[in-house]
């Protein structure tokens, strides 16, 4: 399987649809690192143009694998090692372009019905062809237009069994990441 996820933190929205850069929280890297390594994803990138949020993530991925995290939690470490620190989505997708010899399907995530979206099995098609895909998601209040603009394609959105749909990013990958590569989908 040739899958990535991102995490954007640049651009996203604040609640007044502004355009913003969010704050890297410590709950991401670990909930999403350990995600990724549970469903098979080779690499997560948490995707920030801001030098004091990126030298932040680093210092809490070296704690988890050279510091004393490394040794009081090896499942960590492990998970850790997925995560990436880059300053945009087109660094992303070019270091995906030399790992791979090829650009990634990239499918963006939104809350909303957003312009033209693919259904989950049209999604899980696509990463099951052998193709690498980046999926990502946004932080905040979700991935500002140029994002979703720039994506290949635009998921359904995870919905509930009502009108309310605000989840955290941690629990719409979980459940996203499930239902396109987990054993019993």
Same mark, same amino acid.
């Given at each position: 399987?040739?899958? @990535?996820?991102? *995490? #954007?933190? @640049?651009?996203?929205?604040?609640?007044?649809?502004?355009?913003?850069?969010?704050?890297?929280?410590?709950?991401?890297?670990?909930?999403?690192?350990? !995600?990724?390594?549970?469903? =098979? #994803?080779?690499? @997560?990138?948490? &995707?920030? +143009?801001?030098?004091?949020?990126?030298?932040?993530?680093?210092?809490?991925?070296?704690?988890?694998?050279?510091?004393?995290? %490394?040794? @009081? $939690?090896?499942?960590?470490?492990? %998970?850790?090692? #997925?995560?990436?620190?880059?300053?945009?989505?087109?660094? %992303?997708?070019?270091?995906?372009?030399?790992?791979?010899?090829?650009? +990634? #399907?990239?499918? /963006?995530?939104? /809350?909303?019905?957003?312009?033209?979206?693919?259904?989950?099995?049209? %999604?899980?098609? *696509?990463? $099951?062809?052998?193709? +690498?895909?980046?999926?990502?998601? =946004?932080?905040?209040?979700? !991935?500002?237009?140029? &994002?979703? =603009?720039? /994506?290949?394609?635009? !998921?359904? +959105?995870?919905? =509930?069994?009502?009108?309310?749909?605000? !989840?955290?990013?941690?629990?719409? /990958?979980?459940?996203?990441?499930?239902?396109?590569?987990?054993? $019993?989908?």
């Amino acid at each position: 399987m040739r899958l @990535y996820i991102g *995490l #954007v933190h @640049y651009p996203v929205y604040n609640k007044n649809r502004e355009k913003i850069a969010s704050a890297v929280t410590n709950l991401d890297l670990h909930d999403l690192s350990r !995600l990724s390594r549970t469903f =098979g #994803v080779n690499r @997560y990138f948490v &995707i920030t +143009p801001l030098t004091d949020q990126q030298r932040l993530t680093e210092s809490l991925i070296e704690h988890w694998k050279t510091g004393f995290g %490394a040794s @009081y $939690n090896i499942d960590r470490k492990e %998970a850790i090692e #997925v995560i990436k620190i880059t300053s945009s989505l087109d660094s %992303a997708i070019e270091e995906i372009k030399e790992t791979e010899g090829t650009e +990634p #399907v990239v499918i /963006a995530t939104c /809350a909303s019905k957003s312009g033209t979206v693919i259904s989950f099995t049209r %999604a899980k098609d *696509l990463i $099951n062809s052998n193709m +690498p895909v980046l999926l990502l998601f =946004g932080t905040a209040w979700g !991935l500002h237009r140029e &994002i979703l =603009g720039a /994506a290949d394609h635009v !998921l359904t +959105p995870v919905e =509930g069994s009502n009108d309310y749909n605000h !989840l955290s990013v941690r629990t719409a /990958a979980a459940i996203i990441l499930d239902r396109l590569v987990g054993r $019993n989908n």
